[in-house]
């Protein structure tokens, strides 16, 4: 529970590494943000850091039982549809393409074909959860606050990752960015779309 003054005021400390600090804390009552401006001395550089911190309203839910997605590849110039999505009760399944693209020298990119396996099956929500795939929320019904959070885990083979989720209320846009390691060592990032038809 957070006061008023508590929001507007000016807080001073020491961090874990010695170091002193002040910060700024400011809300304007009634508004969805917090605003934070911490500074510090590192060495004899001034460090400044300022977060803006943003209530996400979690007043809204999608049920994703039967709906159908088109999922765009970002990074591809223009982006194009990697693959395509059908939604269940119970899971998710690809109908066309699969979760990456050939990408050209010219940065434009190709749809790969889905690959035998994939074709007509389900991928229950959790286990798309556990590897960060597109849709974090384990269930066909997502929140808002679901839709707008950031996750990470450990993938079936063995990659650590993150993933940043957002949504605005009343759209059929979902945006992903995951980020992981792959077994050369090399961070690797994919940031995608999802159209819900």
Known sequence: MCTFAQLNATYSGKDFDGRDWTQVVSHVKNS????????????????????????????YFIDLTSKTAS??????????????????????????????????????????????????S???????????????CGNAICTGYELNLSYKGTDVDGRAWTQVVSHAKGSNEIFSTKTWIDSNGITKVSTSKLVLD
């Open 71 to 120: 999922v765009f590849a970002l990074k591809c110039k223009p982006p194009i549809v990697a693959f395509n999505l059908r939604f269940t009760g119970v899971g998710l399944g690809l109908t066309k393409g699969t979760d990456s693209v050939n990408v050209n020298i010219d940065g434009t990119c190709t749809q790969k074909p889905t690959p035998a396996e994939d074709v007509g």
């Open 122 to 136: 389900i991928a229950l929500y959790a286990a798309a959860k556990r590897d960060g795939f597109i849709i974090p």
């Open 32 to 59: 969805d943000e917090i605003v934070t401006t911490k500074k510090w001395m590192q060495g004899n550089v001034q460090q400044i850091a300022k977060v803006t911190l943003k209530f996400v309203p979690n007043d």
